[in-house]
């Protein structure tokens, strides 16, 4: 790729591979998405592009859309009838054992997925964009090919079905909770500590839990800069994204596997307390060292 390209990609790519997931449900499907769309962008006349980010959001939100379509049929014609009557349980009882909480977490967040694919391509599309990622009604019409009145009244028939279907997922992030999700994401990505401590309050306590057989005793870090330090060890260079509805919750994948939950309280725009949980033989380390 050229070099405004590359730097386009380096600046956009956590969003947009989150704004993907959000929408497919899987982080493999995201990460081609986000990538064909760059490639797209690589054949395309930047000087003719006012809001590359704008135009990276239409063509990977246009990619997804035909992603869903295409499960979506695929589900229908190849017809599951146990996975279709199965619900996988949105409330656990106490957790007894601290290495099942990923798995757990995990089950939640597939849940919650599960309750998002009842909607319609279109419904997911527009109630992801406007819902989760702000994005104008405007702006999703161009995506879904339809007016903006009809972007809207999509999204309220998703918000009915999602607040209908799993009352743990009532709760939709609201915008703060987003905007601090996504500024904590860009900066553990990038590796960016000054713009991480930025998005912790002052007096940001973390804890975090190793699943390892013995199990250590919990890591416990309090202030910005310990607590910053500590997650980007971790997280710098893992694909990051935020659970589809409900509370704020960060996924980390390494090479397509999920290798830790990071679970966060958002107060007054700062993130105030982080819960992780970590499983680190999942996380894959590149050869070339890092």
């Known amino acids: 790729m050229s070099d405004p390209v590359a730097g386009l990609l380096h600046a956009h790519r956590p969003y947009l591979v989150n704004l993907a997931y959000q929408m497919v449900g899987d982080v493999g499907d995201a990460e081609d998405i986000v990538q064909e769309a760059f490639l797209r962008l690589s054949q395309t006349d930047l000087d003719g592009i006012d809001d590359p980010r704008g135009w990276l959001t239409v063509v990977s939100s246009r990619l997804c859309l035909d992603h869903v379509r295409s499960a979506r049929h695929r589900r229908v014609t190849t017809t599951e009838p146990e996975r279709m009557e199965r619900h996988t349980p949105l409330h656990h009882t106490a ?105 912790l309050a002052p007096d940001v306590w ?25 997650l980007l060890r971790y997280l710098t260079g893992a694909t990051l994204v935020s659970g589809p509805v409900g509370r704020p919750v960060v996924l980390a994948f390494s090479e397509r596997r999920l290798f ?13 307390k982080i819960e992780a949980t970590a499983d680190p033989s999942a996380r894959v380390t590149p050869s070339n060292g890092g």
């Open 95 to 199: 957790m007894s054992d601290p290495g099942e909480r990923v798995t757990l977490d995990d089950e939640v967040h597939d849940a919650l997925f599960e309750v998002l694919g009842r909607l319609t391509p279109p419904e997911r599309v527009a109630f992801v964009l406007h819902d989760v990622f702000r994005v104008p009604f405007d702006d999703i019409a161009e995506t879904v090919g339809r007016p903006a009145a009809t972007c809207r009244q999509l999204a309220r028939r998703a918000r009915i079905k999602i607040h209908a279907a799993a009352p743990v997922a009532a709760a939709v992030d609201d915008t703060e909770h987003h905007l601090v999700t996504e500024r904590f994401i860009a900066a553990c990505a990038g590796g960016d500590l000054a713009a991480l401590t930025e998005v």
């Open 260 to 272: 830790a939950v990071v679970v966060l309280t958002v107060r007054d725009g700062l993130v105030a």
């Open 206 to 230: 973390g804890s975090g839990t190793i699943l390892a057989d013995p199990a250590p005793p919990p890591q416990v870090n309090h202030g910005r800069q310990a607590v910053g330090v500590n």
